[in-house]
C-alpha cells in the first residue's frame, strides 16, 4: 500500500480502487479495515476520485466482515458512510433484521439512536419483519405502531388478531383455523392497538379503516363503558343507546374474509343486541309513560336495528320473540293505563 500511495501523491488520479484492495497490505484478501480507513482519511483530504460502484462494495464488504465478527453495531456504523439514502436505508435495516431480537435490548438500541442516530422507526421496522417471520402477530402489530406503519398495523390487526380476541372474550390459548396456536390478550389489549390508529390525522390514510379498525374500536369502547356504567346516569344511558343503534347498521358492513371473521362478526352482533335490550330496561320511565315521542314503544323502536343485525338464524329468531315478548307487555301496560 505504501507504494501507491507515493504514487497517489505523485499522482492524483491514481485509481484509488487499486490503492485500496487489501491485497496491497495482507495476504487475507477479504480483510478490508485498512482500506476502509485509509480512504476515510483520504476523504478528508479530498482524494474523491474513487467509483461509486467501488465507493458502496467498500462499505458493504467491511460491513459484512464486522458483522461477521459479532461487530454488528459497528457495521451499521460502517453502513451509515453510504452517500444514496436510499441505499443506506435498506443496508442498515438489512442487518437489523439479521441481528435485532423481539425482546428489548436497551444498551443496543440506546447505542444505535443515540450515538449512531438511527432512527428509531428503522429498528421498530426490522422487529416487525422479524416477528411476522416468527409468526407472532401480536408483537408484528406492537412494532407496526411503534414505527408509525398504520394500514400494516390495520392489516395486522384485523387479519390476524381482532377476530380471534373478540372470540376468545378472555385471556387464554386458542386453536386457530390456520393451525398455528398463539397466547392471546383480552379485549382491552385490542382497544389499547386500535387507540393510535382512531386519529383522525392517522385513519384518514389508512385503507378500509370505516369497514374495519372504527367498527371494533366503537364497539370495544362501548363495551368498555357498559362494563363501567352507572344505572342512575340516564344521559350516559342514552348516549350510549344511540352509539349502538348506531353500531347495529354498521356491523354488517365489517369485511369478513374467513370463517373466523364472520364468528367474531356473529359474537358482535349478540353483544350489541343483549346491550341494547340491557339499555332498554335501564332507562327511567314512569310507568304510564310506556310510549316515546314518536309515538312507538320502546321495544319495538329497537326492532329495526336489532333484526338488521347479522347473526345466526336461531338466534335471530331468538331475539325477535324476546323482543315480542316485551312489546305485548308493553301494549298490554300501555292498555291498561
Known amino acids: 500500500m505504501s507504494f501507491h500511495l507515493l504514487k497517489l501523491y505523485a499522482d492524483r488520479l491514481h485509481r484509488l480502487e487499486r490503492t ?96 449512531l ?8 421496522e426490522a422487529k416487525a419483519l422479524i416477528a411476522q417471520y416468527d409468526r407472532i402477530p401480536e408483537k408484528e402489530a406492537e412494532f407496526c405502531l411503534k414505527a408509525g406503519l398504520w394500514n400494516a398495523a390495520h392489516e395486522v390487526i384485523m387479519k390476524k388478531l381482532a377476530a380471534a380476541y373478540i372470540i376468545s372474550g378472555r385471556r387464554r390459548f386458542l386453536v386457530l383455523l390456520s393451525g398455528f396456536r398463539r397466547f392471546l ?59 349502538l343503534k348506531l353500531l347495529c347498521t354498521r356491523v354488517k358492513d365489517l369485511s369478513c374474509d374467513s370463517l373466523e ?32 315521542d314518536d309515538g312507538s314503544l320502546p321495544s319495538l323502536s329497537l326492532t329495526p336495528y336489532i333484526a338488521g343485525l347479522p347473526m345466526p338464524e336461531d338466534y335471530a329468531l331468538s331475539e325477535l320473540r324476546a323482543l315480542t315478548r316485551s312489546y305485548i307487555r308493553e301494549f298490554l301496560r300501555r292498555i291498561r293505563w
Not at 491485497?23 to 476520485?49: E, K, Q
Not at 433484521?97 to 450515538?115: G, T
Not at 438511527?118 to 421498530?124: G, L, Q, R, S, T
Not at 367498527?215 to 344511540?242: P, T, W
Request: proline share 3%; hydrophobic share 40%.
Open 185 to 243: 390478550g383480552n379485549e382491552d389489549t385490542l382497544l389499547n392497538m386500535l387507540t393510535p390508529l382512531a386519529d383522525d390525522d392517522r385513519n384518514c390514510d389508512i385503507f378500509d379503516w370505516s369497514e374495519g379498525g372504527e367498527i371494533l374500536f366503537h364497539y370495544l369502547s362501548i363495551k368498555k363503558e357498559m362494563m363501567a356504567l352507572d344505572e342512575g346516569d340516564q344521559e350516559l344511558v342514552e348516549r350510549l343507546r344511540e352509539q
Open 20 to 115: 485500496l484492495s487489501p491485497a496491497t497490505h495482507t495476504s487475507h484478501l477479504l480483510d478490508y479495515g485498512i482500506s476502509w480507513f485509509v480512504h476515510l482519511m483520504l476523504r478528508a483530504v479530498y482524494y474523491v476520485h474513487l467509483p461509486a460502484y467501488s465507493y458502496v462494495a467498500l462499505q458493504n464488504d467491511f460491513a459484512a466482515q464486522l458483522e461477521s465478527l459479532g461487530l454488528w453495531k459497528w457495521a451499521v456504523f460502517v453502513l451509515l458512510h453510504l452517500v444514496d439514502s436510499a441505499d443506506r436505508q435498506r443496508a442498515v435495516q438489512q442487518v437489523l433484521v439479521r441481528q435485532c431480537s423481539l425482546n428489548e435490548n436497551e444498551d443496543d438500541e440506546a447505542f444505535l439512536i443515540e450515538k
Open 117 to 124: 442516530h438511527v432512527p428509531a422507526k428503522w429498528i421498530y
Open 261 to 292: 371473521d364472520r364468528l367474531c362478526q356473529s359474537e358482535i352482533s349478540k353483544k350489541c343486541a343483549s346491550y341494547l335490550k340491557s339499555l332498554l330496561f335501564l332507562e327511567e320511565r314512569p310507568d304510564e309513560d310506556v310510549i316515546l
